[in-house]
């Protein structure tokens, strides 16, 4: 199942379960609180972030060719940081550079964890029956604030309005068989700036699910952002970061395309 959320005619806020482009089956509830998909369907007016997460964990340094182009050591565990939740942005609405952080704004392609229900000290064998689906994201990092700016915590850099673009929708585990098994790539405008598979992650998505949810609830809407792959834009040479009127495409195999046009902050 592919679940979005969505506005429809009456700009009305519904979860569907997406029959095409423009029709949705409504959900009776949320998929986050046992809701059933009903057979009304609505059109899809405005497609939304498919949930708004009361928590966005984020992974770094999980590709082993990311970690050699940043040249860091392979970590021994995860490394984790958190991403503010006034961060998210919907499909199809804008990155937008901020006035403090205009000129080193850098992509990232990140197969997303969705959490489907609470979740607290699960086993790596366990882990997966806590998953309601995959997304993709783009952990957009204001790279000055994240490497010299931030006094050593990646937070701030990572943080700012707009810096999550989430969707297009969340497709269900049970049509996703292994997640460490897609490929994921990030075009700008119409050049292709990561192309890789998750296969290439250190700690694979039931290792990052039970880790994080040791001593730690993880509400149902909770995402894990994975890591992402080589080919950032600080790495290149020259360097390649988002500018006002680009358009930033993630898309990873099963799930679909992310697309986010670049503007300056107002």
């Not at 809701?35 to 928590?55: N, Q, S, W, Y």
């Not at 964890?113 to 064998?125: H, L, M, T």
């Not at 790279?143 to 810096?163: E, L, N, P, V, Y």
Request: glycine share 8%; proline share 7%.
């Amino acid at each position: 199942m592919r679940i979005i959320r969505f506005l429809d005619g009456a700009g009305q806020e519904h979860f569907g379960a997406q029959v095409d482009d423009t029709t949705a089956k409504v959900f009776r509830g949320s998929p986050f609180d046992g809701g059933t998909v009903t057979d009304r369907t609505e059109t899809v007016a405005k497609l939304l972030a498919p949930c708004c997460p009361p928590a966005i964990f984020a992974i770094g340094l999980n590709y082993r060719r990311h970690a050699e182009e940043v040249k860091a050591k392979i970590p021994e565990y995860p490394v984790i940081f958190l991403k503010a939740p006034g961060s998210l942005q919907h499909p199809g609405e804008p990155i937008r550079l901020p006035r403090v952080e205009p000129t080193e704004v850098d992509y990232e392609a990140e197969l997303t964890v969705v959490i489907g229900r609470e979740a607290k000290n699960v086993s790596r064998d366990d882990a997966l029956a806590y998953v309601l689906g995959y997304t993709c994201a783009n952990d957009v990092s204001g790279r000055r604030w994240q490497i010299h700016r931030g006094g050593t915590q990646w937070c701030r850099g990572k943080s700012f309005d707009t810096f999550c673009p989430l969707g297009p929708a969340i497709v269900t585990k049970d049509e996703i068989a292994d997640p460490n098994s897609l490929r994921l790539r990030t075009t700008v405008n119409d050049e292709i700036l990561q192309d890789w598979n998750t296969d290439d992650m250190i700690f694979d998505v039931p290792s990052l699910v039970s880790f994080v949810s040791e001593d730690t609830t993880l509400l149902p809407g909770t995402v894990i952002l994975t890591g992402t792959p080589h080919g950032v834009g600080f790495t290149r040479r020259p360097k390649r970061f988002l500018q006002a009127g680009d358009r930033v495409t993630i898309e990873i195999e099963k799930i679909g395309r992310l697309d986010n046009p670049v503007e300056n902050e107002a």
